[in-house]
């Protein structure tokens, strides 16, 4: 596998750490610095990506996969492209599978409910008459879902793939940080929504570049401004209340922190997908 297309789906290729001690860049400049040295990666895994969901019933674990490697390029992370892809793919198969026949129906309804209800409204000069502001009432709350359920999904599949929560937990959440988040979320919705619509303008042109790195490029942007969101509002108070129970039982402070940070000497392993983790932690 690592052989093919003259090492194009090569995983097996260490990467560098980063220095704990590394001054912080602002955020809007490490993002096009990352899309510029992961570029290439984001051609590999979108690829890959688009030929996984080929047989439809696979989407959504082949979204489970591509989420999890966005997440850890955006977070400069270790990553081995087609092997954690399937590695994610395979142990998600289930939960994935069933993400997808929610996100299909979802978008069904929703989908239905925005046209309907537009196509419903009648002209500027007779908006009072036949019900059309009950009318037009309705469309801003089909469009108000659809808003909040594309920014769900901002954070459904990152912690589908980051966290052992249960898919109630997860949607409850996501529900959460999609209003905690919101200026984030705002921004890369108005981010998605620029490049859609060049798509659009370009079509059908611009479909080349669709299969290039598109779905790759939002999704990594999605996980670059939503991550550090569910680390901060999943992760860390759970931490915090692990942090606090072993301080009452007189426990180690923390006693899963058996590796030393060594920055750009790291030489990155694969984890063992067979060791069983701490529920509701980050992967």
């Not at 459904?156 to 997860?170: E, H, P, Q, R």
Request: hydrophobic share 50%; proline share 5%.
């Amino acid at each position: 596998m690592s052989k093919l297309f003259g090492g194009l789906l090569n995983y097996e290729k260490p990467g560098a750490g980063v220095d704990k001690d590394e001054p912080q860049k602002k955020r809007i400049f490490l993002y096009f610095i990352l899309l510029g040295r992961k570029f290439f990666k984001l051609i590999q895994i979108n690829l890959l990506f688009l030929v996984c969901c080929i047989p439809v019933v696979t989407i959504g674990p082949a979204f489970a996969g591509f989420t999890f490697v966005l997440r850890n390029l955006s977070w400069e992370k270790p990553v081995f492209i087609a092997g954690d892809f399937f590695d994610v793919f395979k142990k998600n198969f289930k939960r994935a599978f069933l993400f997808g026949l929610l996100d299909v129906a979802a978008i069904f309804i929703v989908g239905v409910a925005v046209w309907f209800y537009y196509n419903l409204i009648p002209a500027a000069d007779d908006l009072t008459a036949n019900g059309g502001v009950f009318y037009y009432i309705l469309f801003v709350i089909s469009l108000a879902v659809a808003i909040m359920f594309v920014f769900m999904h901002f954070y459904a599949y990152l912690m589908l793939v980051s966290t052992d929560l249960g898919i109630k937990n997860i949607l409850k959440n996501s529900f959460l940080l999609s209003v905690i988040c919101l200026r984030p979320n705002i921004i890369t919705g108005l981010f998605i929504s620029l490049i859609l619509f060049g798509i659009w303008l370009f079509l059908p042109l611009s479909m080349v570049l669709v299969i290039l790195i598109v779905p790759a490029l939002l999704w990594f942007t999605v996980c670059f401004n939503s991550f550090p969101g569910i680390l901060r509002h999943v992760s860390d108070p759970y931490y915090a209340k692990l942090k606090e129970e072993q301080g009452e039982q007189g426990g180690e402070e923390n006693p899963e922190a058996i590796f030393a940070d060594i920055g750009k000497k790291e030489i990155p392993v694969k984890p063992d997908s067979g060791v069983k983790r701490r529920k509701n932690t980050i992967k």
